[in-house]
């Protein structure tokens, strides 16, 4: 099975996807931002790495279209979103359907969007966590894949709170793209996944 991850920054979610030891290929590491610091990580880890730069785009359709050029370029069974911060279109996100995976820092349905963990301390809830989902248009809604929860605790700022929900990221995002790779998701007329093997 062929992957290609995209991401915008640190990039500790696609060094812990390459460092797994996956039944995966993963062509290329594609950044939207050339400072990227997961591109020398990915680079260092010998895996192929290319940035298509959303500043050098004129507007949200024309920069999808270069990037889904660059990745058709791979044909990847799997795209991977590891902290890839852009908004995609509704064209890009049909052009993957059902190949397209994302993680988010909090657990869906509560808190999509930006700035999770500090909107988790500000409600007061005891329990956190992350989603590894299937991608559709409207952004953190598609079909939940695993989730991990932690506790809040009262000491918590965002930083603590942040590492101990990133600590379960780098371990489900694995498992989520092992499943894929092993054709063990399956995505039901109602939007919820069946794994096999997993209860
Ligand atoms: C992660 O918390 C991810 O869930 C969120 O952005 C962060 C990216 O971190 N979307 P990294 O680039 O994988 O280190």
Avoid at 108 to 123: E, I, K, N
Avoid at 127 to 154: K, N, R, S
Wanted: proline share 5%.
């Amino acid at each position: 099975m062929k992957a290609v991850v995209l991401i915008s920054g640190r990039g500790s979610n696609m060094e812990a996807l390459l460092k797994a030891g996956l039944p995966v290929e993963f062509a290329c590491v594609i950044s939207n931002r050339p400072d990227a610091q997961g591109l020398a990580v990915a680079a260092g880890l010998g895996v192929a790495t290319a940035v298509v730069d959303h500043k050098g785009h004129d507007g949200r359709a024309a920069f999808d279209a270069a990037l889904a050029a660059e990745i058709d370029r791979h044909a990847p069974d799997l795209v991977i979103l590891a902290g890839f911060m852009r908004v995609l279109t509704t064209d890009f996100v049909r052009r993957y359907a059902d190949r397209m995976i994302n993680i988010h820092p909090a657990l869906l349905p509560a808190f999509p969007g930006l700035h999770t963990h500090a909107r988790a301390l500000a409600a007061g809830v005891r329990v956190h966590g992350c989603t590894v989902h299937f991608v559709t248009p409207e952004v953190d809604v598609g079909p939940i894949i695993v989730q991990a929860v932690v506790p809040v605790l009262a000491d918590d700022d965002e930083a603590s709170l942040a590492a101990r929900v990133l600590a379960q990221e780098h371990r489900i995002f694995p498992l989520a793209v092992r499943w894929f790779a092993e054709g063990r998701l399956h995505v039901g007329a109602d939007a919820r996944v069946r794994v096999d093997g997993v209860a």
